[in-house]
């Protein structure tokens, strides 16, 4: 029987630190995620999940000192050091923003065909010359996400659950092995992030995709993934399977005093509301 | 409630702004005297010579007509002059702009360049016209080469400032995707930017129109070798017809233009 050892881990991540000045955001984290899985990272805000995220994509390389990030064996970056190999790594590696990234004034599916920039030429790619299938394979990804309709239309046009799913059209047109999701439904109604969600374990479950997601709200991440990473100020503090994320682990994650947590919703954060004074009449 | 709102004061301005804004007007209006000396401003003289200027408006008043098939051909190889002279510069512009972008090319690479497009901008279309004037002859393609420099600078200049103020984040994904450099820019950043580069360059074809009625005056083509002809010989009625027709041709293709720019803002 194979060991999970002897499979290649789609991500693997040794040693990786990063810091912004005097502030440390990675410190030492190290983790493994094998081909296939459907992983949550959570954590407070600031706690270093989408730096995290943007080193395994090789968007920001981490300190001097720091050690390697490897997807499917293929370094992505050393000892700080962005692989120069990167773009071929990326090709694989669909990325989900949570603004999106759509350029906004080209049309959807416009959009969703430069997920096939790395594999065509320059000088074609420059001329907006694509392969017909290519273009076929396009409309079937936006077909998939719901949005084929809106094929022509500019992506700034749409709402930002439609736009959330025009990305992960793009995302299939790079034919990603691996989806490297940042907060992708922290600027959604709730009916956008469900189907967002759904679309990433479908992928995950139908395609052999690997996802790794950052979420904020809790409940999505026991819902979803099997699997949850927590993070705090820079450090890997829980790992496990998402059933296991007690309300005391939680606690203790999200550095919350009292029994207020709501996993039905987001975080309540104690954030005061502020009413305006009533205008005086008559003053 | 009030009681809350009192309370609140409007926030005091420091000694040290007050100081500073007294001092600033003074430099400004020190600017001002020396710069009234310097160009020896005489306004009483408006008063003084006003015969004369009875005298030019006089034969400005009878603009004469005789010679208008000339002077509308000279006036129509201008327009000409200005649409070879901007397109030149708008092709130079956009590989210029995007070097000298410091979000797109490193600093010794935009830096050079900036320099280089400051120098094209610093020369006035007069002075290229008269060095191209001497490397190709006298004519209108002396004039087409005086307002692609020109141009240049300035179109590379604006180009660069509307590249340096895009939305990083569309760029990033389409690095994201493993796009090349070039295919960043043709993706990423060229669609973000290209209402403005539009804009500028039909405002600068506008401008062009207006430069190529001068480059004339030195032999570069166009209507203001007539109009040069005419004001040195004292021919106030056609100088004041080419002018009228100048003035037409320019509102017209001003007009023209700006529909276009609103549409594509």
Same mark, same amino acid.
Request: hydrophobic share 40%; aromatic share 8%.
């Given at each position: 029987m194979k060991t999970a050892e002897s499979i290649t881990p789609a991500i693997e991540i040794h040693h990786i630190s990063k810091s912004f000045g005097k502030r440390q955001a990675l410190q030492r984290v190290s983790l493994r995620i094998s081909p296939g899985e459907m992983?949550?990272?959570?954590?407070?805000?600031?706690s270093g999940k989408s730096t995290l995220l943007r080193h395994i994509a090789g968007l920001v390389g981490g300190d001097r000192?720091?050690?390697?990030?490897? $997807?499917?064996?293929? !370094?992505?970056?050393?000892?700080?050091a962005v692989s120069r190999r990167?773009?071929?790594?990326?090709?694989?590696?669909g990325f989900i923003f949570q603004q999106f990234n759509l350029v906004g004034r080209l049309s959807l599916l416009t959009n969703v065909m430069t997920g096939t920039l790395s594999r065509v030429g320059t000088l074609r790619s420059l001329l907006g010359i694509f392969p017909r299938e290519e273009k076929s394979r396009a409309m079937a990804a936006l077909q998939c996400v719901g949005l084929a309709e809106y094929a022509a239309q500019r992506a700034s046009t749409l709402s930002g659950g439609q736009q959330q799913r025009a990305a992960i059209a793009r995302a299939m047109q790079q034919r990603a092995r691996i989806i490297l999701a940042d907060e992708p439904i922290a600027s959604l109604d709730p009916e956008s992030a469900r189907i967002v969600m759904e679309l990433l374990q479908c992928m995950?479950?139908? !395609?052999?995709?690997?996802?790794?997601?950052? $979420?904020?709200?809790?409940?999505?991440?026991?819902?979803?993934c099997p699997r949850s990473i927590a993070m705090k100020e820079g450090r890997v503090v829980f790992d496990g399977p998402s059933r296991e994320l007690s309300p005391a682990a939680l606690r203790q994650i999200?550095? $919350?005093?009292?029994?207020? $947590?709501?996993?039905?919703?987001t975080l309540p954060l104690n954030v005061r509301v502020c009413t305006p004074p009533a205008v005086a009449a008559g003053a | 409630m009030t009681a809350t709102a009192s309370a609140l004061r409007l926030p005091a301005i420091p000694l040290r702004t007050k100081i500073l804004r007294l001092l600033l007007a003074l430099a400004a209006a020190g600017v001002l005297a020396w710069a009234w000396q310097g160009s020896e401003m005489r306004p009483l003289d408006l008063l003084t010579y006003r015969q004369n200027m009875a005298a030019y408006l006089k034969g400005f008043l009878t603009p004469d007509f005789?010679?208008?098939?000339?002077?509308?051909?000279?006036?129509?190889?201008?327009?000409?002059?200005?649409?070879?002279?901007? *397109?030149?510069?708008? *092709?130079?512009?956009?590989?210029?702009?995007? *070097?000298?972008?410091?979000?797109?090319?490193?600093?010794?690479?935009?830096?050079?360049?900036r320099r280089l497009m400051d120098a094209c901008r610093s020369i006035n279309e007069m002075i290229f016209a008269m060095l191209f004037i001497s490397a190709v002859g006298l004519g209108p393609f002396a004039g087409v080469l005086a307002l692609f420099m020109h141009t240049l600078g300035t179109l590379a200049k604006l180009f660069s400032e509307a590249v340096e103020a895009i939305d990083p984040q569309p760029v990033e994904g389409i690095r994201a995707t493993g796009a090349s450099r070039l295919q960043e820019i043709a993706y990423g950043i060229i669609p973000q930017v290209v209402p403005l580069w539009i804009s500028y360059s039909l405002y600068r074809f506008e401008s062009n129109v207006r430069s190529a009625s001068v480059v004339g005056m030195v032999g570069a083509g166009g209507i203001g070798m007539l109009l040069w002809d005419a004001i040195r010989s004292f021919n106030y009625g056609a100088t004041a017809a080419m002018l009228i027709i100048l003035i037409v041709v320019v509102s017209i293709l001003d007009l023209g233009s700006a529909t276009i720019r609103k549409r594509y803002i």
């Open positions: 992983v949550a990272l959570i954590g407070p805000s600031g000192d720091s050690g390697t990030i490897r $997807l499917f064996g293929k !370094e992505v970056q050393r000892r700080g990167i773009r071929t790594i990326r090709s694989e590696v995950n479950r139908d !395609e052999g995709v690997t996802v790794l997601v950052s $979420l904020h709200q809790v409940q999505f991440a026991l819902q979803y999200y550095g $919350l005093k009292n029994d207020g $947590l709501d996993l039905d919703g | 005789s010679e208008w098939r000339d002077y509308l051909h000279h006036t129509i190889v201008t327009i000409q002059i200005a649409i070879w002279g901007t *397109l030149l510069a708008v *092709l130079g512009a956009v590989p210029c702009g995007l *070097l000298s972008s410091a979000n797109v090319a490193p600093a010794w690479i935009h830096q050079p360049v």
